[in-house]
């Protein structure tokens, strides 16, 4: 049995050896489709990673309250989340620390430097809500935040860029026209939240944010903010905090018990689930496309094994003359076709690897990660792909008689 299909792969190799270039030409699209499957699904797989270890740096007891950002018609005078809102939420048994979070885009100029930096308004407990630690200074105090204070904690990596290798401590920045006396500096965490990254920001009072620097922000309310960061004690009774947090807001904006919320709560642990099985669907939907390249690749194995029959139909009849039977020549071309297919999935591994280790190694901003089993179901896809396509140009090679086969000219 083994020699009988080493023999057929023999004749199968010689046979793509005969034409080079066709079968070159042909196995090229494989190549694409495995190659295509392979860095999709790596790139959909790396996503997915990368979003839940960026997430769960933050962790699952995190709540963030806002205002809905398509309200309800029936909501006639919905109210904008404000410190009354977060000094109520604070009061709560079951809540670490609630934090306001006003986030906009600005030009920061220090000396002749000039770069947009991303600015989050907040207090002192930020601090308690989201795990950053300092590099070195120190945060600003709850005093600054009642004093309008003109002092900025900046990011690591937006540290870099504004000061090169100087030291930024105690350094002033100019934001909007106003000055800015840096205090600490963050150490790099990759941690962001809702838009904004700790790295590439800076924290300032959000007194200062709102009054001094007003012309900057959405709003043209000055109590307004954008949402309250919300840090719970217990993850395992989350759900009843929430209540208590749903109370409270309700009776800070003075609800009527019969209407609905005019502001929204957000559950992390649900974001961080959607979020991955969005990401689960962007990387089934990039496999899909590769899938299809593939499937393209396969019909023209089919279409160049149909004219490889044609071209051959007296080798067909002067081996059935000689003894071969029909199960013998629908079992050659059947080798045939998946043995380029396989030849083409293989070279298709070592592109579709070769693509991802680079992009990988070149790119921060598309995450990538190979995984066996891709690299298994690519080159099983076109396997597959050659026994699919092939079979019918074999069937149809089978079902010549040697007569005919004999007299095609």
């Not at 208590?244 to 019969?258: C, E, G």
């Not at 071309?333 to 396989?342: K, N, Q, R």
Request: with cysteine.
């Amino acid at each position: 049995m083994f020699d009988a299909f080493y023999s057929m792969f023999k004749l199968s190799l010689k046979a793509i050896a005969a034409n080079k270039m066709r079968a070159a030409l042909t196995s090229l699209g494989i190549v694409i489709g495995v190659a295509a499957v392979i860095t999709m699904l790596a790139v959909g797989s790396g996503t997915q990673k990368s979003m839940a270890e960026r997430f769960s740096r933050f962790g699952t007891n995190i709540l963030y309250l806002r205002q809905p950002w398509n309200l309800d018609e029936s909501i006639s005078s919905p109210k904008d989340v404000t410190m009354d809102d977060v000094r109520a939420i604070r009061k709560l048994p079951g809540v670490t620390s609630a934090a306001p979070y006003i986030s906009s885009g600005f030009d920061v100029k220090y000396g002749f430097t000039s770069t947009s930096l991303s600015v989050l308004a907040t207090d002192t407990d930020i601090f308690k809500t989201y795990d950053w630690e300092l590099e070195s200074g120190r945060h600003f105090t709850e005093k600054e935040v009642d004093e309008y204070g003109q002092v900025m904690v900046i990011g690591a990596t937006a540290a870099q860029t504004i000061f090169n290798d100087m030291d930024p401590l105690d350094r002033t920045v100019v934001l909007d026209d106003i000055p800015f006396k840096v205090v600490g500096v963050m150490k790099k965490s990759g941690q962001g939240g809702m838009g904004f990254d700790m790295d590439e920001g800076a924290l300032i009072p959000y007194t200062t944010g709102k009054v001094k620097m007003n012309a900057g922000w959405n709003s043209s309310d000055r109590r307004a903010l954008d949402r309250v960061i919300i840090r719970v004690t217990d993850f395992n009774t989350i759900e009843d905090t929430k209540k208590d947090i749903q109370n409270t807001v309700r009776n800070t904006h003075r609800i009527h018990p019969l209407a609905k919320d005019d502001f929204q709560l957000d559950d992390f642990a649900s974001f961080v689930e959607e979020a991955k099985s969005a990401s689960k669907t962007m990387g089934l939907l990039l496999g899909v496309i590769g899938a299809v390249s593939l499937i393209v690749g396969g019909i023209g194995v089919m279409n160049i094994m149909l004219v490889s029959v044609t071209e051959r139909t007296r080798e067909i009849g002067i081996r059935m003359a000689i003894g071969a039977t029909s199960a013998d020549i629908r079992l050659q071309f059947l080798a045939e076709a998946v043995t380029l297919s396989c030849i083409g999935g293989l070279i298709g591994v070592i592109v579709g690897v070769g693509i991802t280790l680079v992009v990988a190694a070149n790119s921060t901003s598309i995450p990538a990660e190979l995984s066996a089993w891709s690299i298994l179901l690519s080159v099983g896809f076109s396997a597959a792909t050659g026994v699919f396509f092939g079979y019918y140009p074999a069937y149809k090679a089978s079902k010549l008689t040697p007569i005919d086969a004999l007299r095609y000219e």
